[in-house]
Structures are given as structure tokens and as C-alpha cells.
């Protein structure tokens, strides 16, 4: 039988082609049985406070930096989205004097613009939001050298080639609407792929690439960052990999309950646990890393209830 078309946008894939039954048992799923998912490979964990949550999201940049040596630097790639983590990084960091000069970073990804990377001066760039909000806060003495600050910008090749040569500790992001982390969104249903998305493993051999943005993901960043107005929000972006992602020691997923939905959390949660890989919810491909971890926050789980407001 032939997949349904999506719901959200017809001539893509994502979540609303899935088997109906898949859908149905994470409408089910109650902020119980989040932990009951876990398994060997993919852990699960509650937070009770806002405060918590992000003290905790903080302290993985600080783990991974205090583990870069002068021979073996060491580091970890952050999203924008959180964001709320980063102003507290640059606290931590400066209350206890850690140097981060054998320590790296990566930026998941930027916005293109007109075919080319959005420069830092545009009022949305994810590197200038990293800067702004962690690294430009740290106390000189202390600040890693400019170029272990890695961004998908300009060559990809390049920023392929530092993950290389720089171990990755960790992997950190959020989860979209439309069940990505970074940019990787679900593909166009055209060409090779019209019929059906592709298979898991075509979709992990992706590097860092210019990418063209599902229409749900514009929207979401048009309510996350820019108040609404789609008319900012650009329609292409510079995005890590799914191969980079596999560099990662562990990949770790923030869910605070305002980027994603109550059902979409429990969505990809459960493909996760159950191992049920498919291109069209790219979150899911992660049942197939060696360590991944969900963490959300309590009070954003939510109920997949109707609800009119």
C-alpha cells in the first residue's frame, strides 16, 4: 500500500505519513511512561525545574570541555533552540576558571541566504546568537582560540573534516515540529523519493549540506524567534549531518515543551525506544545511535488531550 500524503505539506515527508497505529500509541503515552521507553543505548530523564533543566543542559558543555587535553582536544556541538543554557555556560565557566584553550565547538547550523551563509549581522544568525548569548561573555583569559569554533558556513567540507580531527563528546540539540534536530528535516517527495522517503541508511550517509526547510519548520521558527513574522525566517540553512551526528560520542535531546509538541515528544521517544527508523521523522533515526538521551522538562510534557482554546 502506498503512504498517505502528508497532512502539513503534500509534496513532502514527514510524521502525518506514518502507519496510523504508530501515531496512535504515542497519543497514548502519558508523562509516566516516559522513563518506562528507556533501554540499553537511549536513556530517559525528567527534570522538576525550569532552573534544573537548564543548570543540567549547562553542565554538558562543561563536561565536554573539561576533557580536552593539549593532545587530545575535545568538544561539543550545540544547538540554537535551547538557547536558554548558554548565558549559564558562560557563567560556569567563568566561576570556576576553566580555560578553554584545547576545547572546541560546533554550530549546528546556520540560515542561507540568497545562496550563500547568513552573515553574523542578520538579526537571526544562529553564530551570532552563540556568541552573544555564551562566548563573547567569557572572561578573555579564558576564551577558546577562534578557530576551534567551528559553524557550517562556507566550505562543508571543512567542517566535515574537524570532527575528524577533534573528538566530539557530545552531540546536543532540540527537537523540531517536524521531528528533526539541527536542520535535518524530512525530504521533498519528489524524484527518487516520491513514492517513499529514503531508507534510514541513505539518510545517515547525509553530511554537512545546504538544505531546503519543510514548510512546518519555517513556521516554527517564525513563532520561536521572530514573534510570528514568516516573511524573516529564511527557506534554506546549512546543517550538520546525520554523519557528523554518528561522530558523536552521545547525542543528547532537550525537550522543554515549546519548540515540539506533547505528542510529537512522545513520538519520536517511541520510535526511538521501539527502534522504528524511518526518513519521514528524521528524530528517529537516532534508534540506531549507539547513545542517545532524551531529557525533558516536566512541566512541558503536557497531555496529547483536546483541549479548545
Not at 61 to 73: D, E, H, L, R, V
Not at 165 to 170: E, F, H, Q
Not at 223 to 248: C, I, Q
Request: with cysteine; net charge positive.
Amino acid at each position: 500500500m502506498p503512504r498517505p500524503l502528508s497532512k502539513l505539506a503534500p509534496g513532502w515527508w514527514d510524521y502525518t505519513t506514518l502507519d496510523a497505529d504508530i501515531l496512535a500509541d504515542a497519543a497514548r503515552l502519558t508523562a509516566r511512561d516516559l522513563p518506562q521507553l528507556a533501554r540499553p543505548g537511549f536513556s530517559v530523564k525528567i527534570f522538576d525545574t525550569v532552573e534544573e533543566f537548564y543548570t543540567a543542559e549547562a553542565l554538558e558543555y562543561i563536561s565536554a570541555w573539561k576533557q580536552a587535553s593539549p593532545g587530545k582536544p575535545a568538544g561539543i556541538c550545540g544547538p540554537i533552540g535551547p538557547t536558554e543554557q548558554l548565558p549559564l555556560v558562560a557563567r560556569i565557566v567563568n566561576a570556576i576558571g576553566l580555560k578553554l584553550e584545547h576545547a572546541h565547538f560546533w554550530g549546528m547550523d546556520e540560515w542561507v541566504l540568497n545562496g550563500k551563509s547568513a552573515p553574523e549581522s542578520h538579526p537571526l544568525s544562529f553564530a551570532r546568537c552563540d556568541k552573544a548569548l555564551c562566548f563573547n561573555r567569557l572572561d578573555k583569559a579564558l576564551r577558546m582560540p577562534a578557530e576551534n569554533m567551528h559553524f557550517p558556513v562556507g566550505n562543508p567540507a571543512a567542517y566535515t573534516k574537524s570532527y575528524e580531527a577533534v573528538r566530539c563528546v557530545l552531540m546536543q540539540g532540540g527537537q523540531g515540529e517536524v521531528k528533526h534536530w539541527a536542520f535535518n528535516d524530512p525530504l521533498p517527495r519528489e524524484g527518487a523519493y516520491r513514492l517513499h522517503p529514503p531508507t534510514p541508511a541513505e539518510y545517515r550517509a547525509l553530511r554537512t549540506r545546504r538544505v531546503r526547510l519543510h514548510p512546518v519548520t519555517i513556521t516554527q521558527n517564525a513563532r520561536t524567534s521572530g514573534g510570528g513574522n514568516v516573511t524573516l525566517v529564511p527557506t534554506e540553512a546549512m546543517t550538520v549531518g546525520p554523519y557528523e551526528t554518528w561522530k558523536a560520542e552521545k547525542v543528547s535531546i532537550w525537550h522543554p515543551g515549546h519548540h515540539d509538541n506533547p505528542f510529537g515528544m512522545r513520538l519520536t521517544a517511541l520510535m526511538i525506544s521501539k527502534r522504528l527508523a524511518d526518513a519521514a521523522v528524521p528524530m528517529s533515526l537516532l534508534a540506531d545511535h549507539p547513545n542517545v538521551q532524551f531529557n525533558y522538562l516536566r512541566s512541558g510534557i503536557g497531555s496529547v488531550a483536546v483541549v479548545m482554546h
